[in-house]
T-cell receptor
Framework: AQSVTQLDSQVPVFEEAPVELRCNYS??????LFWYVQYPNQGLQLLLK??????LVKGINGFEAEFNKSQTSFHLRKPSVHISDTAEYFC????????????FGTGTRLQVTL | KAGVTQTPRYLIKTRGQQVTLSCSPI?????VSWYQQTPGQGLQFLFE???????NKGNFPGRFSGRQFSNSRSEMNVSTLELGDSALYLC???????????FGNGTRLTVT
């Protein structure tokens, strides 16, 4: 079985400051990793994904994440946040192979203020 | 391409009733998954359909069921509604097994 831990339920940050949202996962097999963002009253939008190759992955809206296999982490970063980045962020893991469901973390609420 | 479309956006039902939610995946996507999102439990996997067959199922009671049609559209049904079924129900589609999920905007179900 796989699991995802997002230790921070809320992260307050000032506009133009850097931010890191933490994600750790647990799995007995190889995984694919994803970050999704959810704005109020909307579904989830894919920010970025790690399937293979370079461990540093760049996504939309200036976000990036680094896959660290030894630490089983996939932290999300942005060097300078904007008010519009205020949203809920979900980390998710998918075991490689067939018929596998996506498992989500509990989410991190990023609150950007002036 | 059009995104994942879920209808209706909002539903209000009373306890004991049943409800059917609809999902149209992105054109060409044969896999459709359903998730329940609540403040207390977060995102929980309900089931996944691929080419009209249920391929994976989460830990929900039998009151929750689904199906997929030959055009890949999917429906989810909840019978004998309970107050705890109030949630945002999200549908997602993907091209292949290991492709990212693309989500719709969800159906907000309120049970009174």
């Amino acid at each position: 079985a796989q699991s995802v831990t997002q230790l921070d339920s809320q992260v307050p940050v000032f506009e133009e400051a850097p931010v890191e949202l933490r994600c750790n996962y647990s799995s007995s097999v190889s995984v694919y990793l994803f970050w999704y963002v959810q704005y109020p009253n909307q579904g989830l939008q894919l920010l970025l994904k790690y399937l293979s190759g370079s461990t540093l992955v760049k996504g939309i809206n200036g976000f990036e994440a680094e896959f660290n296999k030894s630490q089983t982490s996939f932290h999300l970063r942005k060097p300078s946040v904007h008010i519009s980045d205020t949203a809920e962020y979900f980390c998710a893991v998918l075991n490689t192979g067939t018929a596998s469901k996506l498992t989500f973390g509990t989410g991190t609420r990023l609150q950007v203020t002036l | 391409k059009a995104g994942v479309t879920q209808t209706p956006r909002y539903l209000i039902k009373t306890r004991g009733q049943q409800v059917t939610l609809s999902c149209s995946p992105i054109s060409g996507h044969r896999s459709v998954s359903w998730y329940q999102q609540t403040p207390g439990q977060g995102l929980q996997f309900l089931f996944e359909y691929f080419s009209e067959t249920q391929r994976n199922k989460g830990n929900f009671p039998g009151r929750f069921s689904g199906r997929q049609f030959s055009n890949s559209r999917s429906e989810m049904n909840v019978s004998t509604l309970e107050l705890g079924d109030s949630a945002l129900y999200l549908c997602a589609s993907r091209e292949e097994t290991n492709s990212p999920l693309h989500f719709g905007n969800g159906t907000r179900l309120t049970v009174t």
